[in-house]
Nanobody, 121 residues
Framework: QGQLVESGGGSVQAGGSLRLVCTGP????????RGWFRQAPGKGREGVAV???????TYSNTVKDRFSVSRDNAKDILYLQMNNLKPDDTAMYYC???????????????WGQGAQVTVSS
């Protein structure tokens, strides 16, 4: 339906930084949690970071010291700042709207189209 649109993906060398941006309504089907999930080739989709409307967050252990999720509720924008990127971070990154502060994809109700992030060694 195109309610969530990502931008900001690209290619970077290990140790570099990227920022992903997602635009879309603050509430979709009554769900106000927003998050980032990723899927690498041959692997399942996994949660990276989720943020509540009020700002509470949860992170995957693999990224919590390197990535930061934030949102601007007034502008309906979600961000993911990714620092010290590693080749294992290479994946398609999806913006999502969900019904809980959870990294489980089962709680997601709406997905964006995805943005590719490629990290070379």
């Amino acid at each position: 339906q195109g309610q969530l649109v990502e931008s900001g993906g690209g290619s970077v060398q290990a140790g570099g930084s990227l920022r992903l941006v997602c635009t879309g309504p603050g509430y979709i089907h009554g769900n106000s949690y927003r998050g980032w999930f990723r899927q690498a080739p041959g692997k399942g989709r996994e949660g990276v970071a989720v943020i509540a409307y009020g700002g509470s967050t949860t992170y995957s252990n693999t990224v919590k010291d390197r990535f930061s999720v934030s949102r601007d509720n007034a502008k309906d924008i979600l961000y993911l700042q990714m620092n010290n990127l590693k080749p294992d971070d290479t994946a398609m990154y999806y913006c999502a709207a969900g019904r809980a502060l959870s990294l489980d994809p089962d709680y997601v109700s709406t997905w964006g189209q995805g943005a590719q992030v490629t990290v070379s060694s």
